[in-house]
T-cell receptor, first 113, second 114 residues
Framework: DAKTTQPTSMDCAEGRAANLPCNHS???????VYWYRQIHSQGPQYIIH???NNETNEMASLIITEDRKSSTLILPHATLRDTAVYYC??????????????FGKGTKLSVKP | NAGVTQTPKFQVLKTGQSMTLQCAQD?????MSWYRQDPGMGLRLIHY???????DQGEVPNGYNVSRSTTEDFPLRLLSAAPSQTSVYFC?????????????FGAGSRLTVL
């Protein structure tokens, strides 16, 4: 599996865009990029995923570089409730053990007033 | 729609005791899994199931058993609790979304082993 590298922590001002980077330089052609977040003591929450194209949903946007070696999760207008640990994961499509998601330590995003 | 329900939310055990953490989902998801999370760490996969009657080991399976007799339920059994099993346990279920594996997590079960 491709490994990911994320900054340990980041700060963002409330109301501004939060841009969370993730490097996955060994990603293979069929591996998806997933983003989850975990707000203190709660179960992780799915945010978004993508394969090659940029993706947007009601929570965030995912920008994947053309070579797919890195991606950026964008929270367009961060609020205090977005303070959480954000996990970037890459994984092959679902299929037995290959579908398991492996979580690293993620990025601790602190949104400040 | 309840999603993924875990019980109990909190449990204290003595070393050597056994117990079962319950996990139920009402979304008809085929895939279910158990993770544990220790302070300052990411989630580590304990066991998973790709359907009723099928289970397999994850990264840290020792000391835990699972079974999957129905699509809805995926209990995690601690056979003889040890202090090293003090952790927060999360159950998840998932569906396919365009080939990807999108997990829905429960709220967690916090276990303390004395």
């Amino acid at each position: 599996d491709a490994k990911t590298t994320q900054p340990t922590s980041m700060d963002c001002a409330e109301g501004r865009a939060a841009n969370l980077p993730c490097n996955h330089s060994t990603i293979s052609g069929n591996e998806y990029v997933y983003w989850y977040r975990q707000i203190h003591s709660q179960g992780p929450q799915y945010i978004i995923h993508g394969l090659k194209n940029n993706e947007t949903n009601e929570m965030a946007s995912l920008i994947i570089t053309e070579d797919r070696k890195s991606s950026t999760l964008i929270l367009p207008h961060a609020t205090l409730r977005d303070t959480a640990v954000y996990y970037c994961i890459v994984r092959v499509p679902y299929g037995g053990s290959q579908g398991n998601l492996i979580f690293g330590k993620g990025t601790k995003l602190s949104v400040k007033p | 729609n309840a999603g993924v329900t875990q019980t109990p939310k909190f449990q204290v055990l003595k070393t050597g005791q056994s117990m079962t953490l319950q996990c139920a989902q009402d979304m008809n998801h085929e895939y279910m899994s158990w993770y544990r999370q220790d302070p300052g760490m990411g989630l580590r996969l304990i066991h998973y199931s790709v359907g009723a009657g099928i289970t397999d080991q994850g990264e840290v399976p020792n000391g835990y058993n699972v079974s999957r007799s129905t699509t809805e339920d995926f209990p995690l059994r601690l056979l003889s609790a040890a202090p090293s099993q003090t952790s927060v346990y999360f159950c998840a279920s998932s569906y396919l979304a365009g080939g990807a594996n999108v997990l829905t997590f429960g709220a967690g079960s916090r276990l303390t082993v004395l």
